[in-house]
């Protein structure tokens, strides 16, 4: 099976030139689709392709253009709201959805990440079966929360979420060495494995972040992590 | 198009190089809260437009002090049928220069006259302005105002009508009821005091107006009918005094009208009287329930508390912050200020909602910032600004907060992190800038498929974790980041994410950290969990540092 080397976004916002941006530091390189209908995505020049980075002037809703990108070779698919105007939610989530339909129709394997912008609309992604879903603006409540009741937290929120900030969360697989060896000690061997801060466990399904004991670590288990981005 | 239209008008003033003056500025905003071009068509701002005679006769008539000068007329004329109905039929008077009510040459006819001139001509003056065949004839109080200049006829003496022109005119106390919008002007003194207020004693007056409305139909409408037939109502006070038996649905029964006529007007008198007391019980039970449900506070009920939160405009944000907030601080009293009526929430005794602009500082000072723990500003939208044109506001208020003297922590939301700089130097604290992040996690979830899930649990209002940032201990001096992991993971369940060195926050990159005086970490703590905290800025919640 060849390495998947393409990405998939459908649909654009302000927010892909952020995505795209970060995922163009992506090693090894990747190329990047862009599938939207209108006005030509900022990122690209007026040729409308840049290294790595192609744009097709198109419906994302289309079978016929989704067809022709290999999906099932992607490294994702990434559908993005049209529009981040939350009076039109319900049209601009229905449209999302239906691309999501529209990309599973077209292959049972890549990955489809969705962002949706009413909250409400999240159990219809999921039913279209979607991978995951970023509701657009929902951590903001809890970060100014946090930060109102921690001094600093703004600025660390913000190395957490800008790309090539100081702080980047990570999901890394159990080394060998660890299997067996609970949670505290992990902590301990984290940096001769150059892991960074663990900060949780996933197992299987669930997150444990931080763990509420001090987990056995298992094979199967991933590390959550912070680390410099 | 209301907009445009009333845009026009300013503009075209401005043309014509007549300086905007309070009063035509308050007539646009009038016209716009009142809907008050919404009664003449369709297309009726443009047509006004054209004639600039039309456009300063519309200025004119529906000016509120125009409105207040024709409810002066109006009480007057109601007052002058009174007088004249105190004044038993066909007796001279004295006071009237030996003249009776209804003679020609008495002050009283010539009073009521020129009133109704006036009445006339503004019925014909508005006719005029509003566009031909358009529904201003059919719609709002028009024809009350039409029927109000009916005793008009009194002065033809049309058969027997003219002693219907009597009841006539006592519908012009009707017209009081659109000339509310005339109290506005000592309404706009009092803003501060809360909608509610605002509201209510605009439907109070409604219901008052109605009662006395209700009365004086009653009696000129009886005495009318029933003088001189022997029923016994032969002074005003008789009809007066049963249209208060009437009205309260009392009916002694003492004097009872024996005319058709009298008795038509008992009738509607009876249903009236009935419909008065069901909107009055109504009107009651729901305020009661409105402010039970809403309650609004008018800044007097959180005067004495300090160490509370204070949240400057409101957007959905502030859902998820008041939940997440309460998971960990659940008896912090929360102060809201916002014009907003939709908050989505529940109000409760911690829970407080200012109804007043967050950005101006005369508001703000109804929140007692000076006394806050905590200052929250968030980007309120109101619809077709941009984001620039949000977060200069949200910098405004920040700036107004300062000024105010409030040195409590303030956390700013912005939309673009373009920003943050001038919100650093109008004051704030702390900046959160959610919506860029996006790209960011979309970008992770691509490369580390399941992250966004991490993220949910991290960040999910009330439950999940909780990032904090701690003092260290002088123990933990010189030891390696991970080993004080380590420590504070086995002691009280928290994982280290990073330190906090100054101005700088490291996080670890493979290298691991040595731990220097005067560094603080930043930890993430699921909520609930209990343990000796690292320092003693952990404790308790009104001691953590960064609140007061």
């Known amino acids: 099976m060849t390495e998947p080397k393409t990405i998939v976004i459908c649909g654009w916002n302000v927010h892909g030139e952020r995505l795209v941006d970060d995922l163009q530091q992506i090693e090894p390189p990747v190329e990047i689709v862009i599938v939207s209908e209108g006005e030509a995505p900022s990122v690209v020049d007026e040729s409308g392709s840049v290294q790595g980075l192609r744009w097709m002037n198109a419906p994302p809703t289309s079978s016929a253009v989704l067809n022709k990108l290999s999906l099932d070779e992607a490294l994702a698919v990434v559908v993005l709201a049209t529009s981040l105007d939350a009076r039109a939610a319900e049209s601009v989530d229905a449209r999302s959805i239906l691309t999501v339909l529209s990309v599973r129709a077209l292959s049972e394997r890549c990955h489809i990440i969705v962002e949706l912008l009413d909250e409400e609309n999240l159990s219809l992604a999921r039913a279209a079966n979607v991978d995951e879903v970023l509701l657009n603006n929902r951590y903001a409540g809890v970060m100014l929360s946090q930060a109102i009741q921690s001094i600093g937290l703004g600025d660390f929120f913000g190395d957490l979420f800008r790309s090539g900030g100081g702080a980047a969360l990570r999901e890394v697989a159990v080394a060998q060495t660890l299997v067996g060896s609970r949670f505290s000690e992990a902590m301990l061997e984290a940096p001769a494995l150059k892991l960074g801060a663990l900060v949780g466990v996933r197992r299987g399904e669930d997150f444990h972040i931080p763990p509420r004991e001090n987990l056995v670590l298992r094979a199967e288990d991933r590390l959550l992590v912070i680390r410099s981005g | ?548």
């Open chain 2, 1 to 548: 198009m209301e907009s445009y239209g009333l845009n026009s008008i300013r503009s075209s003033v401005v043309r014509k190089q007549v300086k905007p003056t309070e009063q035509d500025a308050f007539s646009s905003k009038e016209l716009r809260e009142e809907g008050g071009t919404q009664f003449m068509g369709p297309g009726f701002l443009e047509e006004i437009e054209t004639s600039r005679v039309r456009r300063r006769a519309y200025k004119f008539w529906y000016h509120p002090y125009t409105e207040l000068g024709i409810l002066v007329l109006v009480t007057l004329s109601v007052l002058l049928l009174i007088i004249e109905l105190s004044i038993p039929s066909g007796q001279p008077a004295g006071w009237l220069g030996g003249a009776t009510a209804g003679d020609w040459g008495g002050w009283l006819v010539w009073t009521d006259l020129a009133i109704t001139f006036v009445f006339v001509v503004e019925y014909l003056s508005k006719l005029w302005i509003a566009p031909p065949g358009r529904k201003w004839f059919f719609v709002r109080s028009s024809w009350v105002e039409l029927l109000a200049i009916l005793p008009v006829l009194r002065f033809l003496r049309l058969f027997r009508v003219f002693r219907l022109a009597r009841l006539f005119r006592v519908l012009r106390l009707l017209r009081s009821a659109r000339m509310l919008r005339a109290t506005k002007l000592l309404a706009n003194s009092f803003h501060n005091f809360g909608s509610d207020l605002q509201k209510n004693r605009t439907g109070n007056a409604i219901i008052i107006v109605y009662f006395l409305g209700a009365m004086l139909f009653g009696t000129v409408g009886i005495l009318t009918f029933e003088r001189g037939a022997g029923s016994g109502f032969e002074t005003l006070g008789d009809g007066m005094w049963w249209a208060v038996v009437t009205l309260s649905t009392v009916g002694y029964g003492d004097i009872v009208p024996i005319t058709t006529g009298g008795r038509i007007v008992a009738s509607f008198m009876v249903i009236m009287g009935l419909g008065l007391w069901s909107v009055l019980a109504g009107v009651l039970a729901s305020t009661l329930l409105h402010r039970l449900r809403n309650k609004r506070s008018t800044g007097l009920d959180i005067l004495g508390i300090t160490s509370h939160v204070v949240i400057c405009g409101w957007n959905d944000n502030g859902l998820r912050l008041i939940r997440d907030f309460r998971s960990t601080l659940p008896q912090a009293h929360l102060v809201i200020v916002s014009r907003r009526d939709d908050l989505g929430i529940r109000l409760d005794s911690h829970l407080h909602h200012l109804w007043f602009d967050p950005y101006s500082a005369e508001s703000l000072k109804a929140a007692q910032p000076e006394d806050a723990s905590a200052l929250v500003v968030l980007a309120e939208r109101r619809g077709g600004e941009s984001a620039t044109e949000i977060d200069a506001r949200s910098v405004l208020v920040c700036l107004a907060l300062r000024k105010l003297g409030c040195e409590a922590r303030l956390v700013v939301e912005l939309l673009s992190e373009e920003h943050k700089l001038l919100a650093d130097n109008a004051g704030a604290d702390d900046v959160i800038v959610a919506e860029e992040y996006a790209g960011t996690l979309l970008s992770q979830a691509v490369q580390s498929p399941g992250l966004i899930k991490a993220f949910d649990e991290l960040f999910e209002a009330g439950v999940g974790s909780h990032f904090r940032e701690v003092g260290l201990d002088a123990e933990y001096q010189g030891q390696s980041f991970s080993q004080v992991s380590k420590e504070l993971f086995e002691a009280q369940g928290v994982c280290m994410v990073a330190l906090r060195r100054g101005q700088k926050i490291l996080v670890s990159s493979g290298d691991d950290l040595v731990v220097k005086q005067g560094d603080r970490a930043i930890v993430i703590r699921p909520l609930g969990v209990r343990g000796a905290p690292a320092d003693s800025s952990e404790e308790a919640p009104d001691q953590r540092e960064g609140l007061r």
